[in-house]
């Protein structure tokens, strides 16, 4: 329904702020502020991802990737390519209706389970093909 390749830049990191860093000024560790539910990786960047995974200790941060990524990015002062945080929403338990113009909408908590985030992705879906005439 829209060309994302449009919004990413191939040869930087591709990341848009985490909805707790914009609402609440959430830092985690005063590193953190960017979510990684839709992250891009250049060719360039791979052994920098790799080595994230390759040589962290996971249990000591409550998301598998997230908080070491963005640690990696701040002691490493990477510049990033910051993508609107229309590509990458976390549900946040209200309603979705024809106002809501975001593209994606993760619903990774605050639902009701299987079938309530069925219905979730199936409204926002009819709402935004609306929202492009689709």
């Given at each position: 329904?829209?060309?994302?390749?449009?919004?990413?830049?191939?040869?930087?990191?591709?990341?848009?702020?985490?909805?707790?860093y914009?609402k609440?000024?959430?830092?985690?560790?005063g590193?953190?502020?960017?979510?990684c539910?839709?992250?891009?990786?250049?060719?360039?960047?791979?052994?920098?991802?790799?080595?994230?995974?390759?040589?962290?200790?996971?249990?000591?941060?409550?998301?598998?990737?997230?908080y070491?990524?963005?640690?990696?990015?701040?002691?490493?002062?990477?510049?990033?390519?910051?993508?609107?945080?229309?590509?990458?929403?976390?549900?946040?338990?209200?309603?979705?209706d024809?106002?809501?113009?975001?593209?994606?909408?993760?619903?990774?908590?605050?639902?009701?389970?299987?079938?309530?985030?069925?219905?979730?992705?199936?409204?926002?879906?009819?709402?935004?093909?609306?929202?492009?005439?689709?």
């Amino acid at each position: 329904m829209y060309n994302i390749k449009e919004m990413f830049d191939t040869n930087k990191i591709n990341l848009s702020y985490d909805g707790s860093y914009l609402k609440e000024n959430f830092t985690f560790n005063g590193k953190f502020k960017y979510n990684c539910g839709l992250l891009g990786i250049p060719k360039n960047k791979q052994e920098w991802c790799e080595n994230i995974y390759h040589s962290s200790n996971h249990r000591k941060y409550p998301s598998y990737e997230q908080y070491h990524i963005n640690d990696s990015i701040y002691d490493n002062k990477i510049n990033i390519n910051l993508l609107d945080n229309k590509l990458n929403k976390m549900y946040d338990a209200r309603p979705i209706d024809s106002n809501d113009n975001n593209y994606n909408i993760h619903y990774t908590w605050k639902t009701g389970g299987n079938e309530h985030k069925r219905e979730l992705i199936e409204k926002h879906c009819r709402i935004f093909a609306n929202t492009l005439g689709i």
